[in-house]
């Protein structure tokens, strides 16, 4: 593998990463106050969905993406009316999520267009564009250092770059700030939040909602700028790799982002090459489907250091009388 | 004290969560501009009316048996199986390598052995799950999906690389010789004299799944082991008390679990395709989730609720035939009863035992007042992991 085909692996890696952070990022939020999310896949389906169909009607990217935020937020507040209010069970709520978006976006999509459960494929200003970062051409001749400028690192939509600004972000308001202190607090123990005069239900809401809006850029992100247009189904599993990112993460921001990177490259590989020779040993492509997966399994089992879910995780808070 | 009778439980709430799926439903099929009305009749035309829809709408609830029972089985213990999905696929494998690989004389002897083969491969996908939660303390929720996507590539490898016959593009197995060919509700039917539709994919697998919702519904209220799947479901420290061991309950009832959404594979692999596909399931191993919810983990309600979503099923496809709903429509209404069974229970729940409590009180003020109850607490099935507020 020659320098140029690394630098290009690396720059796919980049993008397929990106709704993986995204997603990944969205479930810790929700995880760590509590709320266990297997939701992300419908809630990054339903916003690929409404982005792209609302770019294609009005032409404009933005509005997509809002629409995009706004159809994950309302999927969210279900989730949060299900496990928050109504103190259901949150797995199976996240499954019901997951059918709900998947049936409906086709649903609406052959309502609204009738293309079979697709949209309308987006161009010009339906589409997040790559934006070029200043002296990538300029750059470019320098040896090692100017194709990692110019063409790894630039060359990206907006939400690219946003996804990785979002982990020191999440990083700081998880960790720096009141709201993140009480975040992991109603996680962990929610009894002892609620004893300090702070309001669970609200906290949780919000943790929710968060996860509602990112799950939202990463859905929006995969219909308007990776691809250009909504394809029934086209999530493909990659809610469930950002959950399998976090727990390899083991619900920790900067970790999730090398998961997420780690999982994306694997997609990249797979998606570029079908088998791998290793001197000798062949490496099939269902491997490296399988890959995160396994790593993921073999995370949980605890050989190689033991992942630990937030303690109140997946349990409905009952305040006591 | 109970607060509600037990009927209301077992049958008001899971009606009410019914209709309310239904209207729903019926509003989107608004929202997309058809008339739910029509539709309606449409399905029950299309899955009810002749022997050949029945014949589909059996061969699908046939496979929301077993799959609905492997979920339920695992509810008794307290645990969320969600790997139905992977789990049948890889019963397919077993189906497919006993069909195969061996020659038998007689579709009984090949049913037989495709039917352990099938439920042996399926545990074994459980097992591995089972084991990481009940040693290693791995969230089964999470292990089963994952193994759900691991089966999918394990079958795309084998199918692609081992078991497509020579010159074949389809990733698929090679036909199944004759001889295992298992009779269909046509060839059953027609030497009693019942006309039954040749068309339809219904086979003796039905009987077998009837008769695995009765030997669930043994195992799960009249034997010992049943019973200590259904302690431990209700009070984890409470059967430890009593010397149940956790992780004996644990690994059975995923091993058993497993081994019945494994068994799906005799109905849809070696009755219908006669052959071992890529995406064989079709989905089968999540409206299992569905299907236990309704039911109340139920084999009879199981099995109740496993022809009402074969009907929806095939009554969806239909739809699908003739106007412009797409099949999708059911994915909806599936997603809206676990919603609605599942999930947001306690959305029905509260109201009823307010109202129950209310008529309760009308009933004791005219009567002298009882002595009060001893406090214990409610008899509700806790089938969803769900904390009793």
Request: glycine share 10%; with cysteine; net charge neutral.
């Amino acid at each position: 593998m020659d320098f140029l085909t690394l630098i290009q692996v690396l720059d796919s890696t980049i993008r397929l990463a990106t709704p993986l952070l995204l997603a990944c990022l969205a479930g810790l939020y929700s995880e760590r106050a509590g709320i266990f999310d297997i939701g992300l896949e419908g809630k990054m389906l339903a916003a690929a969905f409404f982005s792209a169909a609302v770019a294609a009607v009005t032409g404009s990217v933005w509005l997509g993406l809002l629409a995009g935020i706004a159809a994950s937020l309302v999927l969210a507040g279900l989730h949060g009316l299900a496990s928050i209010t109504f103190r259901g069970n949150q797995l199976i709520s996240g499954v019901a999520i997951n059918f709900l978006a998947a049936g409906m976006t086709v649903l609406i999509a052959q309502d609204w267009f009738s293309q079979g459960g697709r949209t309308p494929s987006l161009m010009g200003g339906a589409r997040f564009e790559p934006i070029t970062l200043p002296f990538a051409e300029a750059l470019s001749g320098v040896p090692i250092l100017g194709p990692i400028y110019s063409e790894l690192l630039s060359g990206h939509s907006i939400l690219v770059y946003l996804a990785f600004a979002a982990v020191p972000l999440t990083w700081w308001v998880l960790f720096r700030t009141r709201f993140g202190l009480r975040l992991r607090a109603v996680g962990e123990n929610p009894a002892a939040v609620d004893t300090a005069g702070v309001s669970v239900v609200g906290l949780r809401y919000a943790a929710v909602a968060i996860c509602g809006v990112l799950c939202g850029i990463a859905g929006a992100y995969l219909a308007t700028a990776l691809q250009a247009g909504f394809v029934k189904d086209m999530t493909a599993g990659r809610g469930f790799i950002a959950l399998a990112a976090l727990i390899f993460a083991k619900w920790r921001p900067w970790h999730a982002m090398y998961a997420c990177l780690l999982f994306g490259f694997l997609q990249a590989v797979a998606l570029r090459y079908q088998n791998i020779d290793l001197g000798g040993i062949v490496i099939p492509v269902q491997v490296m489907d399988a890959l995160p997966y396994i790593l993921t399994v073999v995370i949980l089992a605890g050989f190689v250091g033991k992942a630990i879910p937030p303690r109140a995780g997946g349990e409905p808070y009952v305040k006591e009388r | 004290m109970d607060v509600m009778p037990k009927w209301a439980d077992v049958v008001l709430i899971p009606l009410i969560s019914l209709i309310l799926a239904a209207i729903l439903s019926a509003l989107v099929i608004i929202g997309i501009g058809e008339d739910p009305v029509a539709a309606v009749k449409l399905m029950v035309q299309g899955a009810l009316g002749s022997t050949y829809g029945w014949g589909y709408t059996l061969y699908y609830a046939t496979n929301f048996m077993f799959t609905g029972l492997a979920v339920s089985v695992a509810f008794h213990a307290r645990l969320f199986n969600i790997g139905g999905e992977g789990q049948a696929m890889l019963g397919g494998l077993g189906v497919a390598i006993a069909c195969l690989y061996v020659p038998w004389p007689h579709w009984s002897l090949a049913l037989i052995a495709a039917t352990l083969a099938a439920a042996l491969f399926g545990a074994a996908w459980a097992a591995i799950p089972a084991w990481l939660q009940a040693r290693r303390g791995s969230h089964i929720v999470i292990t089963t999906i994952m193994f759900n996507f691991i089966a999918a590539a394990v079958l795309n490898y084998v199918l692609v690389n081992l078991m497509r016959p020579q010159g074949s593009q389809d990733p698929a197995s090679a036909r199944f010789p004759d001889a295992v060919h298992l009779p269909t509700l046509h060839e059953m039917l027609a030497p009693v004299g019942i006309e039954f539709s040749k068309a339809a994919p219904a086979n003796i697998s039905l009987l077998v799944a009837i008769g695995a919702c009765i030997f669930v519904w043994l195992l799960i209220w009249r034997t010992r082991l049943g019973y200590e799947i259904r302690a431990y479901g209700h009070s984890e420290t409470g059967a430890l008390y009593a010397g149940i061991s956790a992780v004996r309950i644990t690994m059975v009832a995923m091993l058993v679990s497993g081994g019945l959404a494994g068994m799906m594979a005799i109905n849809n692999v070696m009755g219908e395709a006669e052959r071992l596909v890529m995406n064989a399931t079709e989905g089968a191993g999540f409206i299992g989730i569905a299907v236990a919810l309704m039911g109340r983990s139920h084999p009879f309600g199981v099995f109740l609720a496993a022809i009402l979503f074969g009907f929806l099923y095939q009554g969806g496809a239909e739809l699908a035939l003739w106007t412009t709903i797409p099949r999708e429509l059911i994915v909806v209404i599936q997603a809206l009863v676990i919603l609605f069974t599942g999930a947001l229970d306690n959305m029905v729940r509260m109201p009823l035992e307010r109202l129950f409590l209310a008529m309760g009180r009308r009933q004791g003020a005219a009567q002298p007042a009882p002595l009060p109850a001893p406090t214990h607490p409610p008899s509700v099935e806790r089938k969803d992991g769900r904390e009793e507020p």
